[in-house]
């Protein structure tokens, strides 16, 4: 039975909501799946055939913390099959919604040195309610610009929840 782990960084939540989408997805084709919080750095990497690493954007980065999991386990990574997924209100956008077309994911690429074999894109959540002053604020001026929802009420999520069982799937073939 193949181990997998999926390493994930998420802000708001809906990072851990597409990795236990994954995890069902990969336990249905007879993988065992363990959820690891990159955030929880003292915990022990657990032992594994694979790694997937879900991140999530905010404020126009990745986590100083997913570029320090992935230096920390980098042999690991180039070792076994591998992959990473970012996860932005950015993907929500056609043309902007794959690894090769993302600026983030592009970003997050030049930043590491590990190539991963499988990646994707998905786009997140919007959610006015549960955001900080600032947050709210600096989110909304990214979506008045990028012609998104800027309704202080508003709560949509943008993921492509087939998009997402594709990938697991893809994931479950390597």
Known sequence: MTQTLIAYS???????KICRRIQEILEEKGEQVTLYN??????????????????SIKHGKHSHKVFKFIRQHQQ??????????????VGRKPGKDSPDTNPYFQAFLKRIKWVPQFSEVFGGM????RYNFFDKHIIRL?????????????????????????????????
């Open 10 to 16: 998420t802000d708001k939540g809906q990072t851990l």
């Open 38 to 55: 990159i955030a929880d750095s003292k915990a022990t990497l657990p032992t594994c055939d694979k790694i997937l690493i879900g991140a």
């Open 76 to 89: 690991l990574l180039e070792t076994l099959p591998s992959g990473f997924f970012s996860v932005s209100l």
């Open 126 to 129: 919007v959610d006015y309610k």
């Open 142 to 174: 990214i979506m008045t610009i990028t012609k998104g929802p800027t309704n202080a009420d508003a709560c949509i999520e943008y993921t492509d929840w087939d998009k997402v069982s594709r990938f697991a799937v893809k994931v479950s073939e390597f």
